[in-house]
């Protein structure tokens, strides 16, 4: 995933072997430690070919490697989540300066960091939409009621099947806009075969969105989505409501971005 994006900006892409260790199995442990000890000599060698001035980490343990060879470049750090997990904390430790989300991060942080609040930078791409402009490129009556369903950038297969269950009456009364992640794309035309003709027009169904995300996101009166960072940001920056479903499988980051945002009153 990270491959294709960083190549659809033509931005020259390097990847490095790496896993995680936080919250791993005894027995995938030792796997994951040898592929880390793999990704530190790979990091080693492309910092000696690029030879940057400064690094950029937006966290994650395949960022590990490449942290431990910088010392002692300089290196900022960005924090999309409210809670930073184990990666992030030990990144922080090497960082020249971290920027945050939010004013609640700062808690986890120690003192004698350099902590700025920046918010969550959202695309230019995304920022281009309106109402208007979005409902235009769905083909949606500026008068109906818009319900926006996503997953992520691979999707969520809890919530499609949620969806896909109470498609038709879902349908009768709203359009629904389902980016459904790519893992589950085969499963769509069995159940667009199931509607009739005027409720498969009110189903606008993607396997992902590029920039095309502002148009579903601006045109949008409901959102159903995990709770990932970029939450964070381009919800709030289109004044869109939502129903929030953490994904529960990845320690608890995305519960405290869901309750970050509901305790604002914006989910």
Same mark, same amino acid.
């Given at each position: 995933?990270?491959?294709? @994006?960083?190549?659809r900006q033509h931005i020259p892409f390097r990847g490095i072997p790496a896993a995680g260790v936080h919250g791993v199995g005894l027995q995938a442990l030792p796997g994951n430690?040898?592929?880390?000890?793999?990704?530190? @000599?790979?990091s080693r060698k492309i910092l000696r070919e690029f030879q940057p001035d400064v690094l950029f980490f937006t966290g994650g343990y395949v960022a590990v490697p490449m942290a431990l060879m910088a010392i002692p470049r300089n290196s900022l750090l960005y924090v999309p989540d409210i809670e930073p997990g184990l990666a992030l904390k030990t990144l922080a430790r090497f960082a020249d300066c971290i920027a945050v989300t939010a004013e609640e991060s700062r808690a986890f942080f120690p003192s004698s960091k350099r902590v700025v609040v920046t918010g969550y930078p959202v695309r230019p791409e995304i920022k281009k939409w309106d109402r208007l402009t979005g409902r235009a490129w769905l083909g949606i009556d500026e008068q109906a009621k818009v319900l926006l369903v996503f997953g992520g950038s691979k999707g969520a297969h809890s919530i499609n099947q949620a969806v896909w269950a109470a498609l038709p009456d879902l349908l009768a009364n709203m359009h629904v806009v389902h980016v459904t992640g790519q893992a589950d794309w085969q499963?769509?035309?069995?159940?667009?075969?199931?509607?009739t003709d005027v409720l498969r027009s009110h189903y606008h169904v993607y396997p992902y969105l590029h920039e095309e995300m502002g148009a579903a996101l601006a045109a949008a009166d409901l959102a159903v989505c995990r709770a990932g960072a970029s939450t964070l940001g381009e919800l709030p920056y289109f004044g869109l409501p939502a129903v929030l479903v953490p994904y529960p499988y990845a320690w608890r980051y995305q519960k405290v971005n869901a309750e970050y945002l509901a305790s604002r009153g914006a989910a």
């Open positions: 995933m990270e491959k294709d @994006l960083v190549s430690l040898l592929q880390l000890a793999k990704g530190t @000599l790979a499963a769509v035309d069995a159940q667009t075969s199931r509607l």
